[in-house]
């Protein structure tokens, strides 16, 4: 099983903000969207950073509210690490795993092409332990 079996079953679609505009912007489109993270990007769409949720936090415990008007592109984590379309599910299972990583933008050719979240490695292991499941009982029960 690779990335990109996940992205054609959830859709390649990623929410994209600038390093310019603020946390408190950044804070109202994860909650209106229902996400955890932001993809930054700079004007050619190159990727700059992420912004999760846990950095939010991070920067809210320790600036207080006033961090809101601070820009993004000073709280996000960069570097991104990011995988590939044809990264296997247990490379990045592993990679998320020992990284502490929920989302995991999708590079192909030095593009963004989506993104992963721990939510949808749960989700894709799950239908595919059902499918195999399913397999067996039907070989035991129908032969």
């Excluded at 505009?21 to 994860?30: F, K, P």
């Excluded at 030095?110 to 039907?138: H, P």
């Amino acid at each position: 099983m690779q990335v990109m079996q996940i992205l054609k079953d959830k859709g390649a679609d990623v929410m994209t903000m600038s390093a310019e505009e603020t946390l408190g912007e950044a804070a109202q489109v994860l909650r209106e969207r229902r996400i955890g993270a932001v993809v930054v990007v700079g004007p050619r769409g190159e990727l700059q950073g992420i912004l999760s949720e846990r950095d939010v936090v991070r920067s809210l415990a320790q600036h207080g509210a006033a961090t809101l008007d601070e820009r993004i592109g000073s709280v996000m984590t960069s570097p991104v690490i990011t995988c590939e379309p044809d990264t296997s599910l247990e490379d990045l299972m592993r990679l998320m795993t020992n990284r502490r990583i929920r989302h995991l933008p999708v590079v192909r050719e030095g593009r963004l092409a989506g993104i992963i979240s721990i939510g949808d490695v749960v989700r894709f292991r799950l239908m595919e332990l059902e499918s195999e499941t399913e397999v067996l009982r039907e070989y035991i029960g129908g032969r």
